[in-house]
């Protein structure tokens, strides 16, 4: 998905959908929020996992300027002493040293997944622990630009859902998903809007994609 594409999508949601409209009304069109594929987006996502946006930023920007950088043969070599003080937990340093031990051994062929099905995808990241269903869409999504990717296990998307749509309790995965057809083959970009009221009613931004350059 580019530019020109996520506007025509974006134009067809709001022309058919009165909920999606209103946040485009209210908040202004999102921008294509993208990020670069690859290790450090992979990085990033797993230290995003449970935590705020802002917090997983903080933790992710310490580690690269200790490490010099993020690449899977710096994090691998780090010391888990590096890891604890950029704020990184024991659990996600499992996750990330199983990712870089993967991408090194050629387990995961991350510049191969760009040519890959959804679901092909899918299960490649998903082999990795620490890498969920949601880690996978995220990454699909934001990363790969696959335009049909909806994240039901995702929080925010949860509570956006719900608020948008007027609900009386946040929808489980379960019922996101439903709620989620009246938008294929669109889900991407019905996600991006809706986490764009999300954070525009909180005074939010989403993560710049240059802390990952």
């Known amino acids: 998905m580019d530019d020109s594409s996520f506007g025509q999508a974006v134009q067809d949601l709001v022309s058919r959908d009165a909920d999606l409209a209103r946040i485009v009304h209210e908040h202004g069109r999102p921008v294509l929020w993208t990020r670069p594929p690859g290790f450090p987006a992979l990085v990033l996502f797993i230290l995003e996992q449970q935590v705020s946006l802002a917090s997983a930023a903080a933790a992710y920007s310490r580690l690269a300027e200790r490490l010099g950088g993020m690449s899977p043969e710096l994090l691998a070599e780090a010391t888990p002493e590096v890891l604890r003080a950029s704020g990184v937990s024991r659990q996600k340093d499992r996750y990330l040293r199983a990712l870089s031990a993967a991408v090194l051994d050629g387990t995961l062929d991350l510049d191969g997944l760009a040519e890959l099905p959804d679901d092909e995808v899918h299960r ?17 999504l934001a990363c790969l630009g696959r335009p049909d990717l909806w994240p039901t296990g995702d929080r925010a998307l949860q509570v956006a859902a719900a608020e948008a749509l007027g609900l009386a309790a946040v929808p489980d995965p379960a019922s996101l998903t439903v709620l989620g057809e009246r938008w294929r083959p669109l889900r991407s970009t019905a996600a991006r809007l809706l986490w764009h009221g999300y954070l525009s009613r909180r005074g939010r931004v989403e993560t710049r994609p240059d802390l990952l350059s």
């Open 124 to 140: 490649a990241l998903v082999a990795l622990p620490g890498i969920g269903p949601w880690t996978a869409d995220v990454y699909l």
